[in-house]
């Protein structure tokens, strides 16, 4: 396997930057959330001097399964259903747990 080119790294880097930009961020820690760790971890790959020795195909299907979660391919494939979101001992558990972050 070859090394990856100067402008493979470029794109990857891109790709995962539209990612950190487009992830929501987390109303329950504002300061520590998600996005900020992609956007950190982002920084420390990429502009490392040692770039060329970044894993090009792990690099991918990280990029592919953050993409998937972005999009919500897992949640749309599996929905959940009304039985789980409302449970006999408490059904309006989740409902409130989800207006208390509004």
Not at 58 to 65: G, N, S, T
Not at 76 to 90: F, M, Q, R, V
Request: charged share 30%; proline share 7%.
């Amino acid at each position: 396997m070859s090394a990856p080119t100067r402008q493979e790294i470029h794109s990857l880097y891109r790709s995962y930057l539209r990612i950190v930009r487009e992830w929501p961020s987390d109303k329950i820690r504002p300061n520590r959330g998600m996005k900020q760790i992609l956007a950190q971890r982002v920084e420390e790959t990429f502009r490392a001097p040692n770039t060329e020795a970044i894993d090009m195909d792990k690099a991918r299907k990280e990029l592919d399964a953050l993409e998937s979660l972005l999009d919500n391919t897992f949640k749309e494939k599996y929905p959940i259903s009304d039985k789980i979101l409302t449970p006999a001992g408490n059904p309006n558990y989740y409902s409130k747990l989800v207006s208390s972050l509004e």
